[in-house]
């Protein structure tokens, strides 16, 4: 019997898995000289991220072209709470771009600077239709800081790392404009805004990423300097690291989803931070420090990826998409709110 035609794109916040992953492999880059280990352990990981980065691809296109004229893709970039994440595409694509630099400088720097072109469009584009005034706050989520904030400051980051120096500033520039703009509204909407659906929580954790991955942007820039930027933003990001573990209960009773990918890359981000702090302070005992966070983030990863695996393997994949797509249109439909509540 025939499998029945699907009627809808797969949801955007699924690229969250190869954002996540990239994200993964960078801090193991990182942890990698510090803990002595060989180089070629890393890239398990990064050819991991770009296989799943490249399925994810492949996947949305042929879905794409069986839903085409019921589900349009434009349709689905201009949804308030799915449009954001169309981001991590290219996000992603800078990440891999750093690493196939180290083998091919030339693909690697043309990857990079692909993305950064495609990630300025969409971030443009989608700001202009957010212009039309036709956004509520309440559809507001952490996957707002993608387009302007993430995309810019990994942009920084990659660019300075495949040699494009004369781009890093200005990606951090936007980045950092961006970052105090898009996280007042997102404070504003879940302070004062009724709470998100249970797939989009996991999105909260971004907040911790724009401080992580700034830091490890400024000292890339300033050849490891310890300038009061970078002391202020990792005060900030300490801050934000706190809230999250204060919400760690309301994380652990939320059932598991596809959404929870969305923690990866904000514990990666983190955790690349910290083991940067450890490398520029030269600490003695430093492989301690380092194998630890790296541990729990092993942990996180590990726990996402079995109990996606095992949606899979069970044929739930469907019924995790069907989740995503209410939670995106719960939270894209709010209704009238009066104060802190949602009516009908």
Do not use: K
Not at 6 to 33: D, K, M, Q
Not at 99 to 120: E, I, Q, Y
Not at 155 to 169: D, F, N, P, Q, R
């Amino acid at each position: 019997m025939p499998r029945p035609r699907p009627r809808t794109r797969i949801p955007l916040n699924t690229f969250a898995v190869p954002f996540g992953l990239a994200g993964f492999a960078e801090t193991w880059s990182y942890a990698a000289p510090v803990l002595h280990l060989p180089p070629v352990l890393p890239q398990v990981f990064w050819v991991l991220a770009a296989v799943a980065w490249l399925g994810m691809l492949g996947a949305h296109v042929l879905r794409g072209v069986r839903v085409r004229g019921r589900d349009r893709l434009v349709d689905q970039l201009r949804h308030p709470a799915q449009g954001p994440l169309a981001a991590l595409v290219p996000a992603t694509a800078m990440l891999l771009g750093v690493d196939l630099a180290r083998v091919w400088p030339t693909g690697g720097l043309a990857l990079v600077l692909a993305a950064v072109a495609v990630a300025a469009g969409f971030a443009a584009w989608l700001l202009a239709t957010w212009f039309e005034g036709r956004l509520a706050l309440e559809s507001v989520h952490g996957g707002y800081l993608l387009p302007t904030v993430a995309a810019a400051l990994v942009g920084s980051v990659a660019t300075h790392e495949v040699g494009a120096t004369w781009l890093s500033w200005a990606c951090f520039g936007v980045g950092v404009f961006f970052w105090g703009v898009m996280t007042g509204l997102l404070l504003l909407r879940l302070a004062f805004r009724p709470e998100l659906p249970g797939p989009l929580v996991p999105t909260m954790a971004i907040l911790v990423a724009p401080p992580s991955v700034a830091t490890v942007s400024l000292f890339a820039l300033t050849d490891d300097a310890l300038t009061l930027p970078v002391q202020a933003v990792t005060g900030l990001g300490v801050l934000l690291l706190l809230v999250q573990l204060a919400l760690l209960p309301r994380y652990v009773r939320l059932p598991f989803s596809l959404g929870f990918w969305s923690f990866v890359f904000p514990a990666a981000a983190v955790a690349t931070a910290a083991i940067d702090w450890v490398r520029v302070l030269d600490l003695p005992g430093a492989w301690i420090p380092t194998a630890a966070v790296l541990a729990l983030l092993c942990v996180l990863v590990a726990v996402v990826g079995a109990r996606s695996i095992g949606l899979a393997l069970h044929h739930l994949l469907g019924q995790a998409e069907d989740e995503l797509h209410a939670a995106d249109d719960e939270d894209a439909e709010p209704g009238p709110v009066t104060g802190a509540t949602r009516t009908a």
